[in-house]
Structures are given as structure tokens and as C-alpha cells.
């Protein structure tokens, strides 16, 4: 069965460095999302691309949030400078773009420590 | 604002019963809702999807009902079993509130807690 995939697992960063996550997602889904996921709440939606172009980033922190989608395919994430804050699960899901459904299929992700 | 709750953090039965476990949202008319469910250090899986013109939908031991008028969602775990023990989230699909397609707000979960 295809699966979202994501990497690494952990990631274990100082305040004030740069961290980079990779999300590869089920073949043919067009539509791949980031979500942050804080101990206790729902995950949160970061950015949302169709393809290779983001469709709604309205809650990503754009002065240390970066993601990029470049050939439609997988996506990376990026925070610089890391902040204690910032300690949290990131999620990587896709979806098809097609029909009326858009039940998103989740990687693992990777659970972040800022230290 | 948008407003999502899920009725309890957690919910503790016996095996053998009937979970039930509740979504209410406020300000929305979501086209659809949609139910996942999340074991600790993972990421969400998908169970069901019901639309706004659907009063039920099933999937062998489960059942999730969407009342549009209570804003309200019911999902239904029959003849629970210690494995279905998990964290379940409600979501809900918000283009009609600035959101793109595809987009979800997610509640913060129910723990459910099958004893044997």
C-alpha cells in the first residue's frame, strides 16, 4: 500500500539553527499539505501546494518558514532560525486534487526538539 | 472565528460497548466533515468522510452521523475492542470560510480508552 513518506523521524536542533524536513507523497496526489502538530491539539495547517504551487500558506511564519514543492513531486520544509516554540510534530499529508473527497493521507512525521 | 470542539479529552469504556464520541462546531457550514484516527507518534489515518446533505454513514463497526442543523457529528465505535484505543480527530472542510479546497481545520482529539 503507497504511503506518505518523511524524514527523518526526529531531529533534535539548537535554538537559532536551521532544520530542514523532506515529505515524499503517495504517487499522483497532486495536493500536498505541512501541518504542525503541538502535544494535545489538532495538527495545524502550514501550507497547502497544488502541484508545485502553494495554494493557501496564510499561517506560515514566512520570516523563518520556508517550503518549496519544485517539480510537483516532494516538498521540503524549512525553519530558520529554529525557536524554542517551534518544538513540535510536523506532518506531511497528500491528497488527491480530483472528485468531490479529499481525505488526506498522513506520513509519520517528525517530531522536532528545539533545545 | 471558526470553532471546533470535540466533547472530551478522554473517554474510558468497557469492551464489547459502544463509543460515542462528539464533534460540535460553530460558524461553519462545512461541505463535508471528516473523522481520523491517530496512535501516539504517528500520523492521522483516515476512517470516514460524510458530506452536508448525508445524515449517516457506516463502515463496518462504524458510524459517523452529521446533524447540520446541531452542527453537530456523532461517530460510533460498536462492539469497541482494546485495540481501537486511540486519539480521534474530527476535521472539518472550510472553502466556504476562505479556505481552499481540500483545506481542514481539525478539532484537538478525543482519547478513547477500550479496557478489556
Known amino acids: 500500500e503507497a504511503e506518505v513518506a518523511q524524514s527523518p523521524r526526529y531531529k533534535i536542533t539548537e535554538k537559532s539553527q536551521a532544520v530542514a524536513f523532506w515529505c515524499d507523497p503517495i504517487s499522483g496526489h497532486a495536493t500536498l499539505y505541512w501541518y504542525r502538530q503541538i502535544l494535545g491539539q489538532g495538527p495545524e495547517l502550514l501550507v497547502q501546494f497544488q502541484d508545485e504551487s502553494v495554494v493557501d500558506d496564510s499561517q506560515l511564519p514566512k520570516d523563518r518558514f520556508s517550503a518549496e514543492r519544485l517539480k510537483g513531486v516532494d516538498s521540503t520544509l524549512k525553519i530558520q532560525p529554529a525557536e524554542l516554540g517551534d518544538s513540535a510534530m510536523y506532518l506531511c499529508?497528500?491528497?488527491?486534487?480530483?472528485?468531490?473527497?479529499?481525505?488526506?493521507?498522513f506520513g509519520p512525521g517528525t517530531r522536532l526538539t528545539v533545545t | 472565528s471558526q470553532k471546533i470542539e470535540q466533547n472530551s479529552e478522554a473517554l474510558n469504556i468497557q469492551e464489547g460497548k459502544t463509543a460515542t464520541l462528539t464533534c460540535n462546531y460553530t460558524?461553519?457550514?462545512?461541505?463535508?466533515l471528516q473523522w481520523y484516527r491517530q496512535d501516539p507518534g504517528r500520523g492521522p489515518v483516515f476512517l470516514l468522510l460524510?458530506?452536508?446533505?448525508?445524515k449517516e454513514k457506516r463502515k463496518e463497526r462504524l458510524k459517523v452521523t452529521f446533524d447540520t442543523t446541531l452542527k453537530q457529528s456523532l461517530f460510533h465505535i460498536t462492539a469497541s475492542q482494546p485495540a481501537d484505543s486511540a486519539t480521534y480527530l474530527c476535521?472539518?472542510?472550510?472553502?466556504?470560510?476562505?479556505?481552499?479546497?481540500?483545506?481542514?481545520?481539525f478539532g484537538k482529539g478525543t482519547k478513547l480508552s477500550v479496557k478489556p
Open positions: 460524510i458530506r452536508e446533505n448525508e
Open positions: 499529508a497528500s491528497s488527491l486534487s480530483s472528485g468531490q473527497t479529499y481525505e488526506q493521507y
Open positions: 476535521a472539518l472542510d472550510i472553502r466556504n470560510y476562505g479556505g481552499s479546497q481540500g483545506n481542514l481545520i
Open positions: 460558524n461553519y457550514s462545512p461541505a463535508y
